[in-house]
């Protein structure tokens, strides 16, 4: 059992990796913008939770957030797509 019940900066990282994999398919199973933009946000807020969820568990080193927010804004940006997400770190 693992002690710390919060996702770790690279769990994080890997699960951002794992949607980046899955946007091709994303784009094509919803080609209407509003339902890719449904199903991205739906992994992506998760994701998100998870390590706001980590940073607010009290310890100071930890920032999450940031870097994870960062990844989702290159992704978007590797695949050309257009977004209004904003880079914070």
Known sequence: MNAN?????DDLLVRCDALE????ALRVECPE????W????GIADEIIEDAN???AAGDLNAVH???V???LVE???AQGIRHDLQRLA
């Open 5 to 9: 019940p919060y996702a770790s900066l």
């Open 21 to 24: 994999a899955q946007l091709s």
């Open 33 to 36: 913008e509003g339902d890719f």
């Open 38 to 41: 449904s199903a991205f946000a």
């Open 53 to 55: 969820r980590a940073d």
């Open 65 to 67: 957030w940031l870097p």
């Open 69 to 71: 927010n960062a990844r």
């Open 75 to 77: 992704m978007l940006d």
